[in-house]
């Protein structure tokens, strides 16, 4: 069964940091590019940060300077660490992987938490 598990997600006050944890299990994400999204309740799926499967990454202008996302492929996971997290940031989070969810750009059931559960994150001020 191919699955996404995430963890991490948690209870903060505004400026601290939190680390959240995507592990694949069922497949080899080595050669897939892997996304994180987030929708907070009322809001739209919101596409946060895509980490390649060189490396390359990319972030939305909200979280820049902030987060930073990275893949250990030895251990089958990707990370996003966040810091001075903000009330804005609260959301439930998910890990997404172009391996079944192409383009891997597109907001359309990135939310569905199809794969996996997400985490949340919930900031307060």
């Known amino acids: 069964e191919v699955l996404l598990v995430n963890s991490g997600g948690g209870s903060v006050q505004a400026g601290r940091s939190l680390t959240l944890v995507c592990t694949a299990s069922?497949?080899?994400?080595?050669?897939?590019?892997m996304a994180w999204y987030r929708q907070a309740p009322g809001n739209e799926c919101e596409l946060v940060s895509i980490?390649?499967?060189?490396?390359?990454?990319n972030y939305a202008d909200s979280v820049k300077g902030r987060f930073t996302i990275s893949r250990d492929n030895a251990k089958n996971t990707v990370y996003l660490q966040m810091n001075n997290l903000q009330p804005e940031d609260t959301a439930e989070y998910y890990c997404?992987?172009?391996?079944?969810?192409?383009?891997?750009?597109?907001?359309?059931?990135?939310?569905?938490?199809?794969w996996g559960q997400g985490t949340q994150v919930t900031v307060s001020s």
């Open positions: 997404v992987s172009s391996y079944f969810h192409y383009p891997l750009t597109s907001t359309r059931g990135a939310c569905d938490g199809y």
């Open positions: 980490i390649s499967s060189d490396g390359g990454t």
């Open positions: 069922g497949f080899n994400l080595d050669d897939s590019d």
